[in-house]
């Protein structure tokens, strides 16, 4: 039985992680905030290897400020974002977690890149902010 499972906006890819998540966050930074369209993304950290797929995606590859490569991967018919896939680290696999078929169970448990919050965006969650990305 998978931990998670998730899809794009149109249902021509899904996925599966059967791990449970590592870590799930808050990211404030501009790059995401372009990606979503929102003020900030929730990302669900999960290892790589527990995550299989099914559909196409398409990679737009970005650049962040440590100047590695974020990968990021959406639908390729629908431009649902799914995944951020980091240069520095290829062991994880960010989930975008709007893309999950159940988000009941989710915690952030943090708050990144806060130095770029909206300015009406208060924290939203009891755990640690940081200003840039801790790691």
């Known amino acids: 039985?998978?931990?998670?499972?998730?899809r794009c906006l149109c249902g021509q890819f899904s996925y599966e992680s059967s791990a449970a998540p590592l870590a799930t966050m808050i990211c404030h930074?501009?790059?995401c905030q372009r990606q979503s369209g929102?003020?900030?993304s929730v990302n669900v950290v999960v290892p790589a290897d527990a995550v299989t797929t099914k559909g196409a995606l398409k990679s737009f590859l970005d650049k962040g400020d440590?100047?590695?490569t974020v990968e990021r991967q959406f639908c390729a018919e629908c431009g649902s974002p799914i995944f951020s896939r980091l240069?520095?680290?290829?062991g994880i696999a960010i989930i975008k977690a709007?893309?999950?078929d159940d988000t009941s169970g989710?915690?952030?448990s943090g708050e990144?890149?806060?130095d770029s919050a909206q300015a009406w965006v208060k924290p939203v969650v009891d755990g640690p902010r940081f200003a840039k990305n801790p790691g």
């Not at 039985?1 to 998730?6: D, I, S, T, V, Y």
């Not at 240069?87 to 290829?90: D, I, V």
């Open 112 to 114: 990144v890149w806060c």
């Open 87 to 90: 240069s520095a680290n290829p």
């Open 1 to 6: 039985m998978p931990e998670l499972q998730g």
């Open 29 to 31: 930074c501009r790059n």
């Open 38 to 40: 929102a003020a900030f």
């Open 106 to 108: 989710l915690r952030p």
């Open 66 to 68: 440590s100047g590695n």
């Open 98 to 100: 709007g893309t999950l």
